[in-house]
């Protein structure tokens, strides 16, 4: 029955990994990253980090997927920048 079946979007939201100072962006944004594109924009962002400018933080698709590691500027059009692939 229908509600014996989670979506995957309700099972992301009721098993979530993601640290809660870590950088979430959009799943349009994760695809550029995964094609090899390091910079993140601030209109890419599902959910800023609580970092200041400068920090260095983890990187999350809106899904929960761990992207990498990022140097983030808050005030700045271009959020951040990847340094590693690696969480």
Do not use: C, F
């Amino acid at each position: 029955s229908r509600a014996e079946v989670m979506t995957v979007r309700e099972r992301v939201q009721t098993e979530r990994k993601v640290p809660a100072d870590a950088l979430v962006i959009r799943v349009s944004a994760a695809r550029k990253l995964h094609a090899g594109h390091l910079w993140i924009y601030g209109n890419e962002l599902a959910r800023p980090a609580k970092a200041p400018p400068g920090a260095v933080v983890d990187v999350y698709s809106e899904l929960d997927e761990p992207l990498g590691v990022a140097y983030i500027n808050p005030a700045s059009l271009l959020y951040g920048r990847l340094l590693s692939h690696q969480v």
